[in-house]
DNA sequence: ATGTATATTGAAAATGTGTTCAGTGTCAAG
DNA sequence: CTTGACACTGAACACATTTTCAATATACAT
């Protein structure tokens, strides 16, 4: 794709945020008018530059007839990624043993896969946080987490089941030591070595509603 | 919300559908000659009708200038919730007047309207968060916020455009009071009532990859 | 130096487009 | 029967908007 100067950079910016705040494209004048050219055929000569270039086309004789075809996005709507559908749990009940109850679900919801940092195959599931314990990683009371079941690594955010209940914590594990759990908030004690410390999985991702 | 005739319902969806088709709204008279009508005035009691009851809104005078306020539903329900593609908007060029970066989206990123918590029809898109003025929030360098425009209410995270940068702060109005920005990190000023104050759209929901 | 692309002004032509005024006809409710 | 919402026709008006013709000036590669 050429590269557009500095002026068609500029025009191609105001089109492209005057139909994001307005929804529906700039006039010619209005171009015009917003970069204080004195003449119609200031913009005319930037939008056919534009057009040469190929980052928009337009319907002759229409007015704010544009469309954006900058082929970096926007094209492809239908070449997204996978969406997979992703079940919430709110709390879990005592003995996930493997994976899916749908029953249990309190909520689903979609996302495509490379947002979520998930593969397709595994089983992902999702968690509603409880507690303060991870808010020294940003993730709050409320926030939904996403999971993928996997063996953890030094550092990740795991979804533990200890005592019956699913809490968030990071995983520490050091060369020739059992691995143990660390909350980040200083309020928490870290967890030592629990005897039976069973991994739900690995935190990919968090969705917060604000 | 009032119900349409069956005309109604029919203009309605060739608006919106022209909308998704071309890019761009219809004009009056394109209107008029989809639906065979002789005069453009039929169409103009339609569009009073529809705006009166609520589901469109119009700029007065200019051409193919419609907003959809209300979707009549017609989208059909796919498996369970709507998901819908949202282009990421990426780092906002610094310095840049009208704050759009070139190619526009630099990705994009697919959810359920109910996780992001966006009404269908807005036109949402997202940012990639740079910085950290809105840690206090929960909110962090690298971190997506899934934007919708709309006018902000007190206590709203916005994204506003300040002297040619996007910035995530959060909107304070008291009454009688010109609105502030503030951000959410003691290391940052509060921002005082910016003569130049574009509020690009609110912040409805977070997503962070791990 | 010469040509080509960019960036702009200025004026005018040719439509596109929203809007209004004045009617006709239908249909259901009061 | 009358009233009022709805669905239209027809013609005309006033600008909004795109488009074209004619020039000037700068920068840059050949």
Same mark, same amino acid.
């Given at each position: 794709m050429k590269d557009l100067t500095t002026r068609q950079h500029e025009i191609l910016g105001f089109i492209q945020l005057h139909f994001r705040q307005e929804n529906f494209w700039p006039s010619i004048r209005e171009i015009q008018t917003h970069f204080g050219f004195r003449s119609t055929n200031a913009v005319m000569g930037h939008l056919r530059a534009l057009e040469r270039k190929g980052y928009i086309s337009r319907v002759a $004789?229409?007015? &704010? *007839?544009? &469309? +954006? #075809?900058?082929?970096? $996005?926007? #094209?492809p709507p239908e070449g997204s990624a996978e969406v997979i559908d992703i079940p919430i749990y709110g709390?879990?009940? *005592? $003995?996930?043993?493997? /994976? +899916?109850? #749908? /029953? $249990?679900?309190i909520g689903r919801l979609q996302i495509d896969v490379d947002t979520a940092g998930v593969r397709r195959n595994r089983r992902a599931f999702a968690l509603k946080v409880r507690g303060e314990s991870m808010i020294g990683a940003g993730i709050f009371d409320g926030d939904i987490v996403i999971v993928e079941p996997g063996l953890p690594k030094h550092g990740d955010i795991v979804a533990a089941l200890i005592d019956g209940e699913t809490t968030l914590k990071r995983f520490m594990q050091k060369p020739n030591h059992p691995p143990y759990l660390k909350a980040e908030n200083p309020d928490y004690p870290e967890l030592n070595p629990v005897s039976e410390l069973v991994i739900q999985g690995i935190a990919k991702a968090v969705v917060r509603s604000l």
């Open positions: $004789g229409q007015a &704010r *007839a544009f &469309r +954006v #075809t900058y082929d970096d $996005g926007e #094209t709390h879990i009940a *005592a $003995g996930y043993p493997d /994976g +899916v109850e #749908t /029953g $249990g679900a």
